[in-house]
């Protein structure tokens, strides 16, 4: 079981920046790409965006693309996401997850992922 950890969540006004880690407690993160998903009350998990095992592959939600950032570190064992220019929208849970599969064209569902950490709150004033 691998259990992860998201870090960096806060408060912060419209226009500003975040950084979000994904810290998983066993070195093996290298085995599995990487999501970062978000959720607002009576709302779906919503893709956000995806990065390959190497980092050589990312993927982005069209709502974000140009303003995060995914990259890894496998050396450190964690995940990122850089988030700027942030918006009220952006406002909901952020939850980072693993998938032990390899090139799946399906990064965007939720259910592919195999293990989720507990989320991290983000919250964009205007």
């Known amino acids: 079981q691998v259990q992860l950890v998201e870090s960096g969540g806060g408060l912060v006004q419209s226009g500003g920046s975040l950084r979000l880690s994904c810290a998983a407690s066993?070195?093996?993160?290298?085995?599995?790409?990487v999501g970062w998903f978000r959720q607002t009350p009576g709302k779906e998990r919503e893709f956000v965006a995806h990065i390959s095992r190497s980092g050589g592959v990312t993927y982005y939600a069209d709502s974000v693309k140009g303003r995060f950032t995914i990259y890894r570190d496998n050396a450190k064992n964690t995940g990122y996401l850089q988030m700027n220019s942030l918006k009220p929208e952006d406002t909901a849970v952020y939850y980072c997850?693993?998938?032990?599969?390899?090139?799946?064209?399906?990064?965007?569902?939720?259910?592919?992922?195999?293990?989720w950490g507990q989320g991290t709150q983000v919250t964009v004033s205007s």
């Open positions: 997850a693993a998938d032990l599969s390899v090139g799946s064209d399906r990064y965007y569902e939720a259910g592919v992922y195999d293990w």
């Open positions: 066993e070195r093996v993160l290298s085995n599995y790409a």
